[in-house]
């Protein structure tokens, strides 16, 4: 397993507040993959979403990941990045990813009010489905799996107690 984290999992999971806690405790940067792209560009992820498309911010996406694949470090990757064959393939060369874990019903109570463009307009029972399909992918891209509904503290104690039955 690598030394760079990468964490996975649906919107609203805790990636980027357990992979602030998790980057505070190795005493290593910390990186948020959405935060990082709107910076870079200037622009919120809604606005990219506005003028480009999924398909444009998919691009930017994968060209940031593939900034980030070259530091040490823990880095927190937006929702939808993992569905994509080629970003797996940059999580797997360069990072140890962690899917965490979440019920439905509490990622869905984080989001709901949220400016997210894939769950504006969305009833329940679609922002459910898009849960469902992305769920095996998380599992399957994932070099670890932690049950996210615990505490930040908690959720990086079984990250790093899981990185060490793997060694």
């Known amino acids: 397993m690598r030394d760079n984290y990468a964490l996975v999992g649906f919107m609203g999971c805790g990636k980027t507040t357990v992979g602030r806690e998790l980057a505070k405790r190795l005493q290593c940067p910390f990186w948020d993959l959405d935060a990082a ?11 990219i979403f506005a003028q480009q498309g999924e398909a444009g911010f998919r691009e930017l996406e994968h060209a940031y990941l593939k900034r980030a694949a070259g530091r ?12 994509f064959p080629r970003n797996r393939e940059v999580l797997s060369r360069h990072f140890t990813t962690v899917f965490l874990d ?30 469902e399909s992305r769920y095996p992918i998380y599992q399957a891209c994932c070099d670890l799996q932690v049950n996210a509904a615990h505490s ?13 039955r793997h060694r």
Do not use: H, N, W
Not at 72 to 79: A, E, Y
Not at 116 to 121: A, I, T, Y
């Open 37 to 47: 792209i709107a910076q870079g560009e200037r622009r919120t992820i809604p606005e």
């Open 72 to 83: 040490r470090g823990v880095l927190s990757c937006g929702g939808g990045l993992a569905l």
């Open 102 to 131: 979440c019920d439905f019903e509490t990622c869905y109570q984080r989001i709901r009010a949220s400016s997210r463009p894939l769950v504006q307009d969305k009833s329940e029972a679609e922002v459910r489905a898009l849960f």
């Open 152 to 164: 930040p503290f908690m959720v990086v104690q079984e990250i790093l107690k899981q990185r060490r």
